[in-house]
């Protein structure tokens, strides 16, 4: 499958008044046509900052971009103007904010927010882009849609203005949709509703998704291929049914240990221990160090290189290497009771 994005050798840091906030830390990864890509890892670990970079949407100061290449439909757009990357956002490249209620404008109709991006990259006029608006509400699941069109954001519930948020992403058909965190603040309901939704518009439109979460849960169900991200760095990435069944890393033990499992009755919920690393001043060898119970000197020095375990898979842990000692992953760890849909 042809590749739609490439991001090589990423970094980006931002510049505080105590020192540099080193975000993200050469990253690379890809995303290939129509298929779901999920990024996780815990608050701070990058992964907005990762998704806002796609866009060229990082304040930039403090943010700085320090290196590493933003490969998209074969150009690199870190070399892009201001100016034509505002041909690309909303048309090409389009992103689902994690809060509506503070990404939508309070002082615009829905209508007029969605008809923005119709009248500014596809020179609809102003009819033919209140028509589309109402087409893209009823084609997103909001009832009465002609009346919806003309109300405001805080008249929306909270699935409303989500679901809103998505027909003005998805408005001018981009090959890339960027969801941070789109089911953070809803009810379990209305986020199968969401991702139903969004699924649903993949199969119709091709879309591209890059989904931005923490809930493995929501990743299970919803993407093909996993990208886990800690401290800044990528440390695993793999099919869905890789990272679930198989998994390499401590960190990704971690994350899924901390799943609630349906035949875990009267179990408590595994944590890890510990707290992110401080990316002001980041450990020099792997970024889990701290919180690894398997950690080894090596892990504090050095960086592991990336340990190809098939062709989808790739994993940096120093548990990888011949010379290190066999580690099994925990019980905990052992997916059990979590539907998995790759």
Request: hydrophobic share 35%; with cysteine.
């Amino acid at each position: 499958m042809k590749k739609l994005l490439e991001v090589k050798d990423l970094s980006i840091s931002f510049d505080t008044y105590g020192a540099e906030v080193q975000a993200v830390r050469n990253i690379s990864f890809h995303l290939d046509e129509k298929e779901t890509l999920a990024i996780v890892g815990e608050s701070g670990s990058g992964k907005s900052v990762t998704a806002q970079s796609l866009m060229r949407l990082v304040p930039m100061p403090p943010g700085k971009f320090v290196g590493g290449s933003i490969i998209f439909d074969g150009e690199d757009i870190t070399q892009k103007s201001e100016k034509q990357m505002e041909s690309i956002r909303g048309k090409d490249i389009s992103m689902i904010f994690q809060d509506p209620m503070t990404s939508l404008n309070p002082t615009m109709t829905v209508g007029k927010q969605i008809a923005e991006g119709l009248i500014k990259h596809q020179n609809l006029s102003k009819k033919a882009a209140h028509d589309r608006g109402v087409e893209l509400l009823k084609l997103v699941g909001i009832p009465n849609p002609e009346a919806r069109i003309k109300q405001y954001p805080h008249q929306y519930s909270g699935g409303m203005r989500q679901r809103a948020m998505i027909a003005i992403a998805l408005a001018c058909n981009p090959k890339i949709l960027i969801a941070d965190e789109p089911t953070t603040a809803l009810d379990v309901t209305i986020q199968a509703q969401i991702l139903d939704l969004m699924r649903e518009l993949q199969d119709k439109t091709g879309t591209a998704i890059i989904l931005i979460t923490h809930d493995l849960g929501v990743v299970a169900n919803a993407a093909s291929r996993v990208a886990v991200m800690y401290g800044g760095k990528i440390v695993e990435t793999g099919t869905v049914d890789e990272i679930f069944y198989n998994p390499k890393h401590p960190y990704t033990w971690g994350l899924l240990g901390s799943m609630p499992k349906l035949d875990a009755e009267g179990e408590e919920l595994q944590a890890i221990p510990g707290s992110p690393p401080d990316l002001a001043d980041p450990p020099k060898g792997c970024p889990f160090v701290t919180r690894c119970p398997y950690a080894m000197k090596v892990c504090e020095q050095h960086m592991p290189d990336y340990k190809e375990l098939s062709s989808t898979q790739k994993t940096a842990c120093w548990l990888l290497d011949e010379r290190a000692p066999d580690v099994e992953p925990p019980e905990s760890a052992i997916v059990g009771g979590t539907e998995v849909h790759g």
